[in-house]
């Protein structure tokens, strides 16, 4: 469910913004007992949307969903899913360096090399799937990396849509 748990360490604070309430404002921030006690006795805080009751009842809906529908397992499945999709397209056109992510976090690094980054082909490629109804961002040092990061309710039917249009996309390039 969280990125840390990947490295096997616990983190002093965790900070939960605009997904947590799928739509609805909330944010949350997640810390030990012993830093929320130094905190409160040495700083006056005051929001005047804390503890808002709908907003607590949003964020519960959206674990119990998430649990439920059994999200986070989806994610592992469809992510491992779009990358095995996307691993061929890397092998068929040679701007393309490799497949990056875990679960629905996932891209593509664009560029001839790890060392030679192409932004102004992510740019293009980014523009050419908004034309298709797909949207699509471009992150990283150098802008190379095509991010994609649906929602934990993305499918197979909806990643085989993507690397579709990608595909498509990608064929029309001229490099």
């Not at 006795?41 to 808002?52: D, E, I, M, R, V």
């Not at 990358?83 to 664009?110: A, I, K, M, S």
Request: charged letters at 25%.
């Amino acid at each position: 469910m969280w990125g840390y748990q990947m490295y096997e360490i616990i983190p002093d604070l965790v900070t939960l913004g605009k997904p947590m309430g799928n739509g609805h404002p909330v944010g949350a921030v997640v810390t030990t007992a012993s830093l929320s006690d130094e905190f409160g006795s040495n700083n006056l805080y005051f929001n005047t949307f804390a503890g808002n009751p709908v907003s607590a009842a949003a964020a519960a809906a959206v674990l119990d969903i998430i649990e439920d529908e059994r999200l986070l397992a989806n994610a592992q499945v469809v992510g491992d899913h779009v990358r095995g999709l996307l691993q061929p397209l890397v092998d068929r056109h040679d701007f393309l360096v490799g497949v990056r992510g875990r679960g629905l976090f996932f891209g593509l690094e664009v560029g001839t090399s790890l060392t030679d980054p192409r932004p102004d082909l992510a740019k293009e490629i980014v523009e050419r799937m908004r034309t298709k109804k797909v949207l699509i961002s471009k992150v990283g040092r150098d802008e190379n990396v095509l991010k994609m990061r649906p929602p934990l309710v993305f499918t197979a039917a909806h990643a085989d849509l993507l690397v579709e249009r990608l595909a498509e996309c990608l064929g029309d390039i001229r490099a």
